[in-house]
């Protein structure tokens, strides 16, 4: 049986459709059968962030209105054969995905599969409640700023009534000058306000950009941070301890992050 | 009448006349006696009115009952109610004032978009961060860091207080006061709290060591009480 995370985060632009990519491929690297789940109908992008556009014939309207088979609309990965993505529908009908088509999708996908990484619209809502109505876990991303992170908090405050276990978070995009010199909210304020596990952090690095322009998630190119430290949520996934990255060479930061890190066990 | 035994009691005390109603008698009975009671004593027209505190003893009145016995009472325009004192109240009363008087503790996180909103004093055990709401007809205590907006006195309370071990708030509202955080970046403050100042007509904050000089009953059972 395997186990569902949706990301999130309410605000749109921060990173969740990248964030799902990039973690999903990085489960498969490590050799576990992963799905990706594209849940924002009507503006579909997982899939041309993975590079896998022009395989699609059936979305997941498709197989919700039993156009075809659960199967029939999922698509390989070019580079793992363990891993798949079911997109959305490009369509802007959303009505006929309900909650319960998409928990008969995501519990047919768990027998199969060790993880199904679900990629949450922005907003909050019928979209949102479709994607997280499957979850076992679920991931809220925020970036550094505070539309970010208050709209994080709503999520969190949203996901705390649901049946799901407490939510991680990843502080995507951090531009650590910008932190230094307190132009940016720090990790420290952002883990504060949040009260949630921190499971990763990740750098602004121009190689996400290139990576999704040229649908290859980053994460595959094992040589920059943002690489790195997506590997590193999936580790932690996955059960293992690993220490947050270093966000520059002196430790000051890293140090105080660290220590919060060292709270949740 | 066949019994002498007196119905109605007058007094007078410095601060005006108490009536006394015998509670075992109907209320039929005792708005006779006191109809007949004010009949015979005419003062003449220049004297003051005089205020009356009713003693009602262990007789439960309703409203229509009192409205009754005010309009008996004032009817000649020479005396007027102060107070009905019973020693009972009805039981919807009696849930309501406890229900007024109570401190809710609360343990969780108000998140944006939250609102917690309770009757009585607020104890809350964890933040209000920014875009959260906690609202009481009472006081507001939280235990962790207020970064939203906290409205104390809801009914309209000026008397009441937000205490916060940590003190950030976008908004603080007491009664029908509101104050805002400055536009420029400020640090918060701990052990805090946020009271109507009367000469200055607005909400100031100050250290919780003040409270016991400016909001004398404060604690314990007695403000509860008055509250009532």
């Known amino acids: ?265 | 009448m066949l019994d002498s035994k007196q119905r109605i009691t007058i007094k007078g005390t410095r601060d005006g006349l108490t009536l006394l109603i015998d509670d075992s008698c109907s209320f039929e009975e005792a708005v006779n006696e006191l109809r007949e009671k004010i009949a015979e004593s005419r003062p003449n027209k220049e004297e003051p009115i005089v205020s009356v505190t009713v003693q009602l003893g262990n007789r439960y009145l309703n409203n229509v009952q009192k409205e009754h016995l005010r309009y008996l009472i004032s009817e000649e325009n020479r005396f007027t109610i102060h107070s009905f004192e019973s020693n009972v109240v009805h039981k919807d009363e009696a849930l309501a004032w406890r229900e007024e008087s109570e401190i809710k503790s609360v343990n969780k996180i108000v998140r944006s978009g939250q609102i917690l909103n309770v009757t009585g004093d607020l104890l809350l055990i964890g933040d209000v961060n920014p875009g959260g709401k906690v609202i009481s007809t009472g006081n507001i205590y939280i235990l962790g860091n207020l970064r939203g907006i906290a409205h104390a006195g809801r009914e309209g309370d000026r008397n009441a207080i937000i205490a916060a071990s940590y003190m950030k708030p976008s908004q603080l509202r007491i009664a029908d006061y509101i104050s805002r955080a400055p536009d420029y970046e400020a640090d918060g403050v701990y052990m805090e709290c946020g009271l109507v100042d009367e000469k200055q007509d607005k909400i100031i904050i100050d250290r919780i060591q003040v409270l016991p000089h400016l909001r004398k009953d404060l604690s314990g059972f007695e403000r509860r009480m008055h509250n009532g």
Do not use: W
């Open chain 1, 1 to 265: 049986m395997g186990e569902a995370i949706v990301i999130t985060s309410g605000k749109g632009g921060v990173g969740k459709t990248t964030t799902t990519a990039n973690i999903g491929t990085a489960l498969a690297l490590m050799e576990k059968k992963v799905c990706l789940i594209d849940t924002d109908i009507g503006l579909r992008n997982l899939d041309v962030v993975m590079g896998l556009e022009n395989r699609i014939i059936y979305d997941i309207v498709d197989v919700i209105e039993e156009r075809c088979k659960l199967k029939q609309a999922l698509i390989k990965d070019k580079r793992f054969e363990s891993l798949f993505v079911l997109p959305a529908a490009q369509t802007s009908d959303k009505s006929s995905v309900t909650s319960t088509g998409m928990q008969k999708i995501i519990n047919e996908l768990k027998q199969d599969y060790d993880y199904i990484v679900i990629d949450c619209p922005a907003g909050i809502e019928q979209g949102f409640q479709n994607a997280i109505v499957g979850a076992d876990k679920a991931i809220v991303v925020t970036t550094p700023e505070k539309s970010s992170v208050r709209d994080g908090d709503r999520i969190i405050g949203l996901l705390e009534k649901e049946d799901i276990d407490p939510p991680s978070l990843v502080i995507n995009r951090i531009r650590n000058h910008m932190m230094k010199n307190g132009d940016m909210l720090d990790v420290d304020d952002i883990v504060q306000i949040l009260s949630i596990d921190l499971i990763g952090i990740v750098t602004d690095d121009d190689e996400v950009i290139k990576a999704s322009n040229q649908g290859e998630p980053v994460v595959i190119h094992p040589s920059s941070k943002a690489s790195i430290a997506y590997r590193n949520i999936a580790r932690r996934i996955l059960g293992e301890t690993v220490p947050l990255q270093s966000l520059e060479e002196k430790k000051s930061i890293f140090q105080k992050v660290k220590s919060f890190f060292g709270q949740r066990a």
